[in-house]
């Protein structure tokens, strides 16, 4: 008998394992750079509103050939403006970075989770329930942004494809010429 119940648990585990393989594909998005591609497992257990939304918009090629309009040496490259953000000439040329998508702005869902190199966050307004489609991967740690802003997941590969984005000047870090999202694309 308990061969058996060992065998069933067995069989219950590699069975659950499967499923959460097949889950986390569902909650990876890949972008495309120009030096190749970054993995961005999302966290869906975390912000699942913001989850929701970047799939959705990405599964609609919304994402495609958007600009990184504002990218600040050791702190963030934003991007993710879809309704201006695939404008030739980024920040300085028209009005990437202020514009969101034809899709609500979503509540805040802040969490614990910290904002380290790596991880990717929302972009929002003033008001914490403004985000829509921008969306910012941080270059380093900064812990100003914790419990700030939706962390929505994580690069879990080709990091150092991100530290290549071209970078903006001053302060603001406008990007003229940007590097854009070649394509994004959920799973991996």
Do not use: C
Request: hydrophobic share 40%; proline share 5%.
């Amino acid at each position: 008998m308990k061969l058996f119940q060992f065998a069933a648990a067995l069989f219950l585990a590699v069975a659950s394992a499967g499923s959460a393989g097949a889950q986390s594909a569902d909650n990876t998005l890949t972008i495309e750079l120009k030096d190749g591609p970054v993995v961005v497992e999302l966290m869906p257990d975390v912000a699942p509103k913001h989850v929701a939304q970047i799939k959705e918009l990405a599964s609609k090629g919304e994402y495609d050939n958007v600009a990184f309009h504002r990218v600040i040496e050791g702190f963030m490259a934003q991007t993710g403006d879809v309704e201006f953000g695939d404008m030739e000439g980024g920040f300085n040329a028209g009005r990437a970075g202020t514009g969101g998508s034809k899709l609500p702005d979503l509540p805040a869902e802040f969490s614990k989770v910290p904002f380290e190199r790596g991880v990717v966050g929302m972009a929002r307004s003033q008001d914490p329930n403004s985000a829509n489609s921008q969306f910012f991967i941080m270059f380093a740690d900064y812990p100003p942004l914790n419990g700030e802003y939706t962390v929505v997941g994580k690069v879990v590969s080709g990091m150092e494809l991100v530290d290549k984005i071209k970078r903006g000047e001053g302060g603001n870090g406008e990007v003229s010429d940007p590097d854009r999202m070649i394509k994004v694309t959920v799973g991996k």
